[in-house]
């Protein structure tokens, strides 16, 4: 399994804060044009999950594609061929209710024997209260066009 994270100048996140008034503010991602890229090989989903919080630290984020070259302080820009094949996928599960975890959601739709990693949002909570937001990330047996 390649990964490639990307870094900048700057976390790559949005992020949420108080005001003095007790009112959420939300930051969108930031506009970055130049990042660089740190390629990886986790040989397991404990590894990946491992390196996403080592990247997450540091205010990296992960690709979903693979990149054609390194990056270097430059744009992403053409880096990645949306017709490449993957051999992970992220289920991006935004406001999903009447579930009382992920798990049982896993197991609605016949995935409930495939291990996995979920990255809750940084807005679970705090957007749009009902149903969980996360992200989760599963290895597939084999590589396929998305």
């Known amino acids: 399994m390649q990964l490639f994270f990307l870094s900048a100048g700057q976390p790559i ?5 108080l005001d003095s008034n007790g009112n ?12 660089t890229s740190h390629r990886a090989d986790p040989p397991d989903l404990g590894a990946l999950a ?13 690709v979903k594609g693979t990149l054609g070259r390194d990056l270097v302080a430059e744009s992403r820009k053409g880096s990645t061929n949306p017709d490449d094949k993957t051999d ?17 959601f896993l197991d609605d739709i016949g995935c409930s024997d495939v291990d996995h990693i979920v990255q809750w949002s940084s807005s679970m909570g705090i957007e749009n209260k009902a149903g969980f ?12 066009h998305p």
């Open 24 to 35: 959420i503010i939300k930051h969108a991602y930031p506009f970055i044009y130049e990042v």
């Open 13 to 17: 996140a949005k992020r949420y804060e």
């Open 133 to 144: 937001r996360c992200h989760v990330f599963m290895r597939l047996d084999h590589p396929v």
């Open 88 to 104: 992970w996928i992220c289920l991006d599960l935004d406001g999903i209710e009447n579930y009382q975890s992920v798990d049982l």
């Open 50 to 62: 491992t390196l996403m919080q080592h990247h997450a630290a540091q205010g990296h984020c992960l």
